[in-house]
């Protein structure tokens, strides 16, 4: 039970609270949600189902388990693919949870209080900051640092029980007086009604990337979960209740940010600046008859943001802590103090990139953005694309499916369903989404 909880607590994070609402502002809305729809059933629970198996039987850290379970060393490339896409993850998504940690702050402090404009230019002037934002992401990297050192992952577990809940019901309650601002309904067509000639070339691969960050697929941080699975944990159940679990709490952010950004005039296309310049917004406006409320609702949203970003933080920390230390034969201590270190790199970079130094950018975006793209939109579909192939074509078919159906005592009947998925559905779709992006079809 546990651990199913920690890979629901990996899957669900700043993916389903920032990145999924500001993907779909700037994909059109309704018309992205579909195709995101498409991919988590089509491509992210069998890729989840495939993680799930590679960990369960290997038992070992990413790399070692690709090499172990099919009894060659190339195969441990693909781990080493995980290993560095979890590294940029962590080092940009910390720089975005550590926004998170300010507005948490400012929010006890009452510094969020304003009209739109000023909202925005809080935003501006913080985010373009030349340290503070930098503290506030190596801060989170050494939070995460220390669950991970202390091995104190088993109390989050234990608070996750109480707080995930929680914040789905905190979602639900702001999604109810966002829906009541005046001129909301603008946000909840834009949801609902497909607009597809909003749709440009490159939406197709910005829903499959949005899919597979959302569920942590794609880096074996699943593997190095499932690694802890019980024998009779069932795999494909197991994928499909964390799958919809994210999908709804995706869904009710996209419902509790659209209505209020039409309802204050933010531009739904603004980025990964949307929610932080919508929210403020919200927990003053749409609680203007009882301030208080919106106060404690407003800090209550902030803290809950933080702890599932520090779930997933931690999901990713580990995945590079478990390889440096079992490969390179060093202490956990010092493992996992490579990793910090390096994140934190990469965090520093990224935040700076934000407007506080010129010329931080590569492909004419910020090093942010573009450390977002190259994980998510590329490596992200690359791992799962071989991971796909690895076990569809490469692990003995007896193992996988000893693995899927349990040794024969569950979903017999669904594993030719699985196995065709792995061996072509899964494989064929992320290569011709591959190839449409680059103009070859
Ligand atoms: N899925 C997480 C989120 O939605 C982010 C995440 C955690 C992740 N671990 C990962 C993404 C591994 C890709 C790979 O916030």
């Keep these: 039970m546990g651990i199913i909880l920690a890979t629901a607590g990996?899957?669900?994070?700043?993916?389903?609270?920032?990145?999924?609402?500001?993907?779909?502002g700037q994909n059109g809305g309704a018309a992205f949600i579909i195709l995101y729809f498409a991919c988590?059933?089509?491509?992210?629970?069998?890729?989840?189902?495939s993680e799930f198996i590679i960990g369960r039987h290997s038992q070992a850290n990413?790399?070692?388990?690709?090499?172990?379970?099919?009894?060659?060393?190339?195969?441990?490339?693909?781990g080493h693919l995980g290993i560095l896409t979890s590294t940029i993850i962590l080092g940009f998504y910390a720089v975005v949870a550590g926004w998170c940690l300010q507005y948490?702050?400012?929010?006890?402090?009452?510094?969020?209080n304003g009209d739109a404009s000023y909202v925005?230019?809080?935003?501006?002037?913080?985010?373009?900051?030349?340290?503070?934002?930098?503290?506030w992401a190596v801060g989170f990297i050494l939070i995460t640092h220390f669950v991970i050192i202390r091995g104190v992952q088993a109390g989050i577990e234990r608070a996750s029980k109480l707080l995930m809940p929680l914040l789905f019901v905190l979602l639900l309650a702001i999604v109810v007086a966002s829906c009541m601002l005046p001129g909301a309904s603008a946000g909840i067509k834009f949801l609902l009604m497909p607009d597809f000639s909003k749709v440009s070339q490159s939406v197709m691969l910005e829903a499959l990337g949005q899919a597979f960050f959302s569920l942590s697929l794609g880096t074996c941080c699943l593997c190095t979960y499932a690694s802890y699975f019980a024998k009779d944990t069932h795999l494909l159940r197991s994928a499909g209740e964390i799958a919809l679990l994210d999908t709804l709490i995706a869904i009710l952010a996209g419902l509790m940010i659209f209505p209020a950004?039409?309802?204050?005039?933010?531009?739904?296309?603004?980025?990964?600046?949307?929610?932080?310049?919508?929210?403020?917004?919200?927990?003053?406006?749409?609680?203007?008859?009882?301030?208080?409320?919106?106060?404690?609702?407003?800090?209550?949203?902030?803290?809950?943001?933080?702890?599932?970003a520090l779930t997933s933080t931690i999901s990713m920390h580990e995945i590079g802590t478990a390889f440096f230390t079992e490969e390179l034969n060093i202490g956990r201590k010092k493992?996992?103090?490579?990793?910090?270190?390096?994140?934190?790199?990469?965090?520093v970079f990224c935040s700076l990139s934000m407007g506080a130094v010129d010329g931080l950018t590569l492909f004419g975006m910020s090093l942010l953005d573009f450390c977002d793209f190259i994980t998510a939109q590329?490596?992200?579909p690359m791992g799962a694309f071989l991971t796909s192939l690895f076990v569809g074509w490469f692990v003995n078919q007896h193992t996988v499916r000893n693995e899927f159906t349990n040794h024969g005592t569950v979903y017999q009947s669904l594993f030719p369903v699985y196995q065709f998925s792995v061996r072509y559905v899964v494989p064929l779709c992320i290569l011709l989404i591959f190839l449409h992006q680059f103009g070859v079809i």
């Design 378 to 380: 590329i490596m992200l």
């Design 40 to 49: 988590i059933l089509l491509l992210g629970i069998p890729g989840m189902v």
């Design 120 to 135: 925005l230019s809080y935003f501006q002037s913080f985010s373009t900051h030349l340290w503070k934002p930098c503290l």
């Design 261 to 308: 950004a039409f309802s204050v005039g933010v531009q739904p296309d603004s980025g990964p600046s949307l929610i932080f310049i919508t929210l403020p917004n919200v927990f003053q406006q749409a609680f203007a008859t009882v301030p208080t409320l919106g106060y404690v609702i407003g800090i209550m949203f902030y803290a809950l943001l933080v702890f599932a």
């Design 104 to 112: 948490l702050f400012a929010s006890v402090a009452g510094s969020l």
């Design 62 to 78: 990413a790399a070692r388990a690709y090499g172990h379970i099919s009894g060659r060393k190339l195969w441990k490339l693909v």
């Design 335 to 347: 493992a996992a103090w490579v990793l910090t270190v390096v994140c934190s790199l990469i965090a």
């Design 10 to 24: 990996s899957a669900v994070g700043l993916g389903n609270v920032w990145r999924f609402p500001f993907m779909t």
